[in-house]
């Protein structure tokens, strides 16, 4: 059962998720919130049906970077995507990341939709909503 939370921002649909493995075609195109790690499944994921902006947790950073390795991945596909620390956001909870997360990483395609890291997941949305 998808269980989530839709608010809308300056016309843009908002999704909180707390895991990616549940995106839907209608979540095309909206910014997704999940508390997924951003590993290289997570964006796989999130490839499926192309948000605007997804934000993923850091998970700490993992092994070699593969709690952040599906930026690079999304960035190659032209869909923006941040993480946030996992030091603000408890993984596996979008609700926590949407109140309290902060970015750690964000991948080039985010950066021109305005985000940047250090900057609270609000801000973001904030941002990248009116793109």
Avoid: Y
């Amino acid at each position: 059962m998808r269980n989530e939370t839709v608010v809308e921002i300056a016309g843009r649909r908002v999704v909180l998720m707390d895991s990616i493995s549940l995106i839907a075609p209608q979540d095309e195109g909206s910014i997704i919130i999940c508390g997924s790690h951003g590993g290289l499944i997570s964006g796989a994921f999130a490839a499926l049906h192309p948000p605007h902006l997804v934000v993923f947790n850091d998970a700490g950073g993992g092994k070699a970077g593969a709690g952040r390795a599906c930026i690079a991945m999304l960035d190659a596909k032209g869909i923006a995507c941040a993480t946030t620390s996992h030091s603000t956001a408890r993984i596996g909870d979008a609700q926590d990341a949407w109140l309290s997360g902060v970015l750690s990483a964000v991948g080039n395609a985010a950066r021109q939709k305005g985000l940047e890291a250090g900057q609270s997941v609000k801000d973001a949305v904030d941002a990248a909503s009116g793109q």
